[in-house]
């Protein structure tokens, strides 16, 4: 008997005049599965399997939502564990599936992510529409218009026609407001924002999100911004980067999800993420065309903006996106800016309050002859970036008149014009008084030139890195390989030398013993954390990645998955070599024999300390390794993530890693020790041993061994060694590195994107970076480039 769903999908394909083989053709879904579908045999489909059947009918949006809604009553969840009803993989003649459907509660968990997912993300965007001022006093207009036809899909792919049919294009013109309903009216759910630099791309993606979340249905996917300049299509798929950024931005997605893989792995490959992928023309130069081929591989529906020339040059050397509508944002008029510019000054101080600063410069924009060429001032504000900029620098500025805009010879192009508003923005902005909570801490001020200079390495750090998004755990990839790598070493290294020493010289230890053994194990600590960082990280170009999970003992609602092997492996190799090397130096310094005994004797005790200390080094290593992966537990799906919070969870986690690694690491070591020395007698000679000996050695070894972990092997270590030392010690950022970039939001320098920063716009980051040199010395004047 057939199901609802059947029925509908017969009654749609009969309606279109297509067989069960030409529908297979045209949406990549099998006859089998179709023929399942339309008897009754295969009652719960994929949510992705009738995306792919809605693209391949040639429907109308109301038919197209009776489609959706019949799979969605029948499946509320819409996620299907049977491989076979995914798009063209099931051959013709293979065998059923041996799984049955999925449980009710791996339908719960997705669908409950998918709707946690949707209401974090409405949070987080409004949140940064305050924050930008878009609402203040209103959001600038952004209107459209179809672009060239070169730069546009054939439109009886757009619209999913069948073959041989005609198309009429739709009609594309439209503003702000209408975005998201535009974007339901294109069957195939793709579409291309084109813009120049400035032109309200990034505003156009923030209120396509936020517009259709409120008009969003259970059955309908979450939009989601990606920054797709942060993708390298040569290195990693589209779905993986996607799923990759959504734990990054959402790290509670990191848990287990239906079918093993993470839950935002499931999201993403079920079609409940509709990707907007924001700023195609900020990949590096060679990645767009592998780009433009990667999405053209998928059929998802998604939304891509981009400057007009980036765009047009990746699809000359491939192919425009398959199946996708194209927009081109259009300049603002003068009537825009006088609507706009006068309602942005302060009335408060001015002899006249009616009065409007911006006057004179409206005044000679409307006097310019209409048959001669825009004036470079006319030109640049025409641009909503730059209006935002001028209204930064004069408007909410009362000692800054707009008239010097009118200033011919001092502005006599529009990069000049562009050049001084770019250059301006960042010391006004500083030199205003953020406003301060009642009872909070006092907020640090910044210098402007200081923070010029500062702002101008983070540009810079992002421009070699070749990505939009600053995170605070690759802010110490700055420097080269071999400085970060000795960096951590030399610091890792004066760490636990210190700590030896201070606990050696707590035990009454004459002197010069605790220096002796503080500098061997400082020296020793360095070289082999040092090394398994560069081994591990640096070799590779592996960067660090803050941790999603926590550590919990009690209260722990599940866990991800993780390996007993591989950790094991590496806490034992890395715990053997180095407690070989602190034996064997130990052995033949700290010994009276060395003084008495010739070299074969010296090395004999050298040996023999070194196998003791490997094994009981190597044991202690690889137990505690495993007991902090039984104790990890992923984060809540609901908690929010912004940078500053990311940065405080990680410090939790690493600060219970040590309280968890010292005791564990210690207790191991120093009972062990002893354990090895007896079961070892003979074997290596008469071997000497003390209870209090293996005490000390255990609290030695457990606070070092915590430390060097720390600062070697995890993203909030290497924050603290290179972010928050070095690269303030060198001058290239201050002292109070999140306050910095706090405080550079609020004045709204950069911006919040989920767990990281970006500069309020590409075009600021540019030219930041090519301004940026090092401060000179007092009394120095600065080179100029």
């Keep these: 008997m057939a199901s609802e769903f059947g029925d509908v999908l017969r009654r749609l394909r009969v309606q ?97 992510g998918t709707e946690q997912l949707a209401k974090a993300v409405a949070a987080r965007w409004q949140r940064e529409e305050e924050q930008r001022q878009i609402q203040d006093p ?139 992928l924001d700023g195609f023309d900020e990949m590096a130069d060679g990645l767009r065309r592998p780009a433009l081929e990667a999405l053209n591989a998928t059929t998802l529906p998604l939304l891509l903006t981009s400057r007009p020339a980036e765009y047009a040059a990746a699809v000359a050397e491939t192919d425009v996106l398959t199946s996708a509508a194209a927009l081109e944002l259009t300049d603002l008029t003068l009537k825009d800016l006088a609507d706009y510019l006068p309602r942005t000054t302060r009335k408060a101080g001015r002899a006249n ?30 641009n909503p970036l730059m209006v935002a900029l001028a209204r930064t620098i004069y408007s909410d500025t009362p000692d800054h008149d707009p008239d010097s805009l009118l200033d011919t010879e001092r502005f006599g192009s529009k990069e000049e014009l562009e050049d001084h508003l770019l250059d301006n923005f960042v010391p006004t902005v500083y030199r205003r008084q953020l406003p301060q909570s009642p009872g909070a801490r006092p907020r640090p001020t910044f210098a402007p030139e200081r923070a010029r200079h500062w702002l101008g390495y983070l540009a810079d750090h992002l421009n070699r890195l070749e990505t939009p998004d600053l995170a605070w755990w690759r802010l110490g990839s700055g ?20 700590v030896d020493f201070a606990i050696v010289t707590s035990v009454g230890a004459s002197f010069p013993f605790p220096v002796v053994d503080g500098t061997i194990v400082g020296l020793l600590a360095g070289l082999m954390f040092g090394l398994v960082h560069w081994l591990t990280f640096t070799v590779k170009d592996i960067p660090l990645t803050p941790s999603v999970v926590l550590l919990r003992i009690r209260g722990r609602t599940g866990s991800i998955q993780w390996r007993t092997g591989p950790r094991l492996a590496l806490g034992m190799l890395g715990g053997l070599a180095f407690g070989f090397g602190y034996g064997f130096l130990v052995g033949m310094v700290n010994n009276r024999a060395v003084r008495e005994a010739g070299l074969s004797t010296v090395l004999h005790l050298g040996l023999n300390n070194g196998i003791v200390f490997g094994l009981v ?54 009972l062990g020790a002893g354990a090895v020395v007896d079961l070892l007698q003979g074997s290596l000679g008469r071997l000497i041993w003390s209870p209090t000996a293996g005490l000390l050695l255990g609290i030695i070894s457990g606070i070092g061994g915590a430390i060097g972990y720390a600062l070697t092997m995890t993203a909030w270590g290497q924050w603290l060694v290179l972010s928050r030392i070095w690269l303030p010690l060198t001058g290239r950022l201050p002292w109070a590195v999140v306050a910095f970039l706090d405080d550079a939001y609020q004045r709204g320098v950069l911006r919040q994107v ?12 540019h030219r930041l970076a090519r301004a940026h040199q090092p401060l000179p010395a007092p009394g120095r004047p600065a080179r100029r480039r």
């Design 16 to 112: 279109a005049e297509l067989t069960q083989e030409e529908l297979a053709e045209r949406s990549g879904v099998s006859v089998r599965t179709i023929r399942g579908l339309e008897t009754g045999r295969r009652s719960n489909p994929r949510m992705t399997t009738v995306r792919e059947l809605a693209k391949g009918l040639p429907l109308r949006p109301r038919e197209r939502e009776e489609l959706l809604g019949a799979a969605v009553h029948r499946n509320p969840d819409g996620d299907e564990q049977d491989e076979s009803d995914e798009p063209g993989s099931e051959e013709p003649g293979a065998a059923p599936p041996a799984s049955g459907h999925p449980t009710p509660a791996a339908h719960d968990v997705a669908a409950d």
């Design 138 to 276: 209103f959001p600038l207009p952004v209107r459209w218009r179809a672009a060239p036809e070169d730069l546009t899909d054939h439109w009886v792919n757009i619209l999913r026609l069948p073959a041989g049919a005609e198309a009429e294009p739709l009609d594309l013109d439209g503003q702000l407001d209408d975005i998201a309903e535009l974007y339901r009216r294109i069957p195939s759910g793709r579409l291309v924002v084109l813009g120049r630099s400035g032109s309200g791309k990034t505003i156009l993606a923030l209120r396509f999100v936020l517009d259709r979340l409120t008009s969003r249905t259970p059955a309908e996917p979450v939009p989601v911004i990606f920054s797709i300049g942060a993708w390298n299509p040569t290195a990693i798929t589209l779905r993986d980067w996607l799923s990759s950024q959504l734990t990054r931005d959402h790290p509670g997605y990191a848990a287990q999800g239906p079918g093993g893989a993470t839950l935002a792995s499931a999201l993403v490959e079920s079609g409940r993420v509709l990707p907007v």
């Design 353 to 382: 309050p009616t009065a409007n600063a911006w006057e004179s410069v409206l005044t000679t924009l409307r006097e310019q002859p209409r048959d001669q060429p825009a004036s470079p001032l006319a030109s640049v504000l025409a």
């Design 479 to 498: 420097p080269r390989p071999s400085t970060r790598t000795l960096v951590t070493a030399v610091i890792t290294g004066l760490a636990i030398g210190l």
């Design 617 to 670: 080094f190597s044991g202690g290593a690889g137990l505690t390794f495993c007991l902090i992966g039984l104790l990890e537990s992923p984060l809540d799906i609901r908690s929010v993530v912004h940078p500053r919070s990311l940065l405080n969870t990680n410090r939790g986690t690493v600060i219970t890693q040590l309280l968890v690694w010292a005791p564990t690491f210690g207790a191991v070591v120093g």
């Design 754 to 765: 989920g767990a990281v920063y970006q500069f309020r716009h590409a075009r600021l980051q």
